[in-house]
């Protein structure tokens, strides 16, 4: 099993930066990653990493503003946003998988960019 708990969410005025943490107690399968879920839209992938070689996987609205990583212990995930737009507000969630299929999910953190 795994627990996965989100944090580092809050409101932020457009092109400022935030950081999002999840950190993780238990077995990671190979991956993990960020989702987010705006208000009335499905949850939609933000980027993923490869949990022991670091390779990492963007969506293409995020790729040149977003970084994800993991600390050196491998217990803690990130989510370095940059230059957030209101279009980024969504609650953002961390998830365990294996790069296809994701089977565990935190809680959620709320981020909303104000224009």
């Known amino acids: 099993?795994?627990?996965?708990?989100?944090?580092?969410?809050?409101?932020?005025?457009?092109g400022d930066s935030l950081r999002l943490s999840c950190e993780i107690s238990g077995y990671v399968i190979s991956h993990m990653a960020w989702f987010r879920q705006a208000p009335g839209q499905d949850r939609k992938f933000v980027a993923d990493i490869n949990w022991v070689a670091g390779?990492?996987?963007?969506?293409?609205?995020?790729?040149?503003?977003?970084?994800?990583?993991?600390?050196?212990?491998?217990?803690?995930?990130?989510?370095?946003?940059n230059n957030l737009k209101p279009e980024d507000t969504a609650v953002y969630y961390c998830a365990r998988g294996d790069h296809a299929t994701w089977d565990a999910w935190g809680q959620g953190t709320q981020v909303t960019v104000s224009s």
């Open 55 to 81: 390779t990492t996987y963007y969506a293409a609205s995020v790729a040149d503003r977003f970084t994800i990583s993991r600390d050196s212990a491998k217990t803690t995930l990130y989510l370095q946003m």
């Open 1 to 14: 099993q795994v627990r996965l708990v989100e944090s580092g969410g809050g409101l932020v005025q457009a």
